[in-house]
T-cell receptor, first 109, second 113 residues
Framework: GIQVEQSPPDLILQEGANSTLRCNFS?????LQWFHQNPWGQLINLFY???GTKQNGRLSATTVATERYSLLYISSSQTTDSGVYFC???????????FGTGTQLKVEL | GAGVSQSPSNKVTEKGKDVELRCDPI?????LYWYRQSLGQGLEFLIY????????KSGLPSDRFSAERTGGSVSTLTIQRTQQEDSAVYLC???????????FGQGTRLTVV
C-alpha cells in the first residue's frame, strides 16, 4: 500500500523558533491535508492543500504533488502549537484518507 | 450540525460485551469514515461510506466489527464480544464528497476491562 512518511518524528522548539515539517508519499495521493492533534486528542484541520501554497497566520503549507511531498511551516512557534502534526492524503480512488506517521512537536518556554 | 458529533465521549466496557459507537455527520456530507487510534499510534482506517454505494470495509480488523449508516446520515460502529486490544480512540470523519476535505469528530475513547 501507499506509505506516507513524516519527518522529523519528534521536534522540540523554544518558543519563537521556526520549523519545517515534511511529508513524503510513496505514490500519488490526492487532496493532501494537514492536521494538528492537540493534547486532548482532537484533530484540527490546518490545510486542505492538493497543490501549491497556502498561508494561515503563522502557518503555511506547500504541496508539490508531482514530486510527492508537502511541507508545513510553523513560524514564531508558541506553546499552544505543541501536539502531533499529521499529513494525510486520499488514496484508493478517494475511499481512504491515508495518514502519515506524524511529527510530535513540543514547544518550550 | 456545526461539526461532526460522536457519542459517547468515553466508554468503559467489560471484555466480551458488545458496544455501539455513534457518529452524527456534518449536514450535507455524503462521505463518512471511521478510524481507530491506539495509544501513541497513528490513525488506522476502518470503513468508508459514500452516499448509497456499498461501503469500503477493507480496514475492519475482524468480523467482530461492523458499521452501518442509516439514510445516508448517522453511522453506528458496532464491536461485538469486545477484547482488551479493542481499547482505543475511535474517530469519525465526514466530507462533502469523495476525496474532499475531511473533518473529524472528537472521538470515542473505548476502554475494555
Amino acid at each position: 500500500g501507499i506509505q506516507v512518511e513524516q519527518s522529523p518524528p519528534d521536534l522540540i522548539l523554544q518558543e519563537g523558533a521556526n520549523s519545517t515539517l515534511r511529508c513524503n508519499f510513496s505514490d500519488s495521493v490526492n487532496n493532501l491535508q494537514w492536521f494538528h492533534q492537540n493534547p486532548w486528542g482532537q484533530l484540527i484541520n490546518l490545510f486542505y492543500i492538493p497543490s501549491g501554497t497556502k498561508q494561515n497566520g503563522r502557518l503555511s503549507a506547500t504541496t508539490v504533488a508531482t514530486e510527492r511531498y508537502s511541507l508545513l511551516y510553523i513560524s514564531s512557534s508558541q506553546t499552544t502549537d505543541s501536539g502531533v502534526y499529521f499529513c494525510a492524503g486520499f488514496t484508493g480512488g478517494g475511499n481512504k484518507l491515508t495518514f502519515g506517521t506524524g511529527t510530535q512537536l513540543k514547544v518550550e518556554l | 450540525g456545526a461539526g461532526v458529533s460522536q457519542s459517547p465521549s468515553n466508554k468503559v466496557t467489560e471484555k466480551g460485551k458488545d458496544v455501539e459507537l455513534r457518529c452524527d455527520p456534518i449536514s450535507g456530507h455524503t462521505a463518512l469514515y471511521w478510524y481507530r487510534q491506539s495509544l501513541g499510534q497513528g490513525l488506522e482506517f476502518l470503513i468508508y461510506f459514500q452516499g448509497n454505494s456499498a461501503p469500503d470495509k477493507s480496514g475492519l480488523p475482524s468480523d467482530r466489527f461492523s458499521a452501518e449508516r442509516t439514510g445516508g446520515s448517522v453511522s453506528t460502529l458496532t464491536i461485538q464480544r469486545t477484547q482488551q486490544e479493542d481499547s482505543a480512540v475511535y474517530l469519525c470523519a465526514t466530507s462533502y464528497g469523495q476525496g474532499t476535505e475531511a473533518f473529524f469528530g472528537q472521538g470515542t475513547r473505548l476502554t475494555v476491562v
